[in-house]
Structure formats: C-alpha cells, structure tokens
C-alpha cells in the first residue's frame, strides 16, 4: 500500500481509496439487503459465504477514474443474503468530488440498477 485516504458520507459509510501497484482501489461501503447481480462467484465456509461478482464497463464510459472492473462483494449466512461493498479498480486517482460520484454510483449498482 502507498498511498491511503478515507472519506466518510451520510453520516457512516465508509470509503477508502488506496493506491497499490499504479491503480487505485476505490472501496465502497453499502448495505443493501438481498443480491441483484445474477450468479455470483461465492467462497463459503460452512454456512457463511463471501460473494462477488465483477463488472466491466465499456472504456468509452463517463464514469469517474476509468475503472478498469467493478466488484460488486455481498455475504450470505444460512439464507440471509446481503450486498456489503463496492470496488472500483481505477486507473488514475480519483478527486474528492469523483470519490462522491463512485460512492453514489456504487450505491446504484448495490440495487442492482444499471450505470450508464
């Protein structure tokens, strides 16, 4: 890790930008309660799973940073299904007022709304 800011909004969610290896990891906190990605990729052990599901976008985007993928992390124990974060793999170090769009955007795709 070289580099690390945290921003909080709406009072406690959490994001933290991190620059590891020329990218930036744009991690963003959501709770949304189900799974709207289609099938995720899932590591269980007994009854609680991680799940994640990565998302690509067209480079032609207008989307903050450039990302280069999307995962979308969600958690399931027993049948209680949750999606818990947003991460973005960027190419260039995103600003203060993109790191609010990423957080707003993230929050879209938690419900499972496409981003244009």
Known sequence: MEELSEYYFDNFYRVLVVKSGGEY???????????YHGPPQELCIED????YKEVYFEEATSLPCKPARVVIVG?????????INVKWVCRERPSDEEVKRLYEISWTLARGHPVA
């Open 25 to 35: 990891l744009v991690s963003v906190d959501t709770y949304i309660a189900g799974w």
């Open 48 to 51: 609680t799973c991680l799940l």
């Open 75 to 83: 958690s399931r124990v027993k049948d209680k299904v949750e999606t």
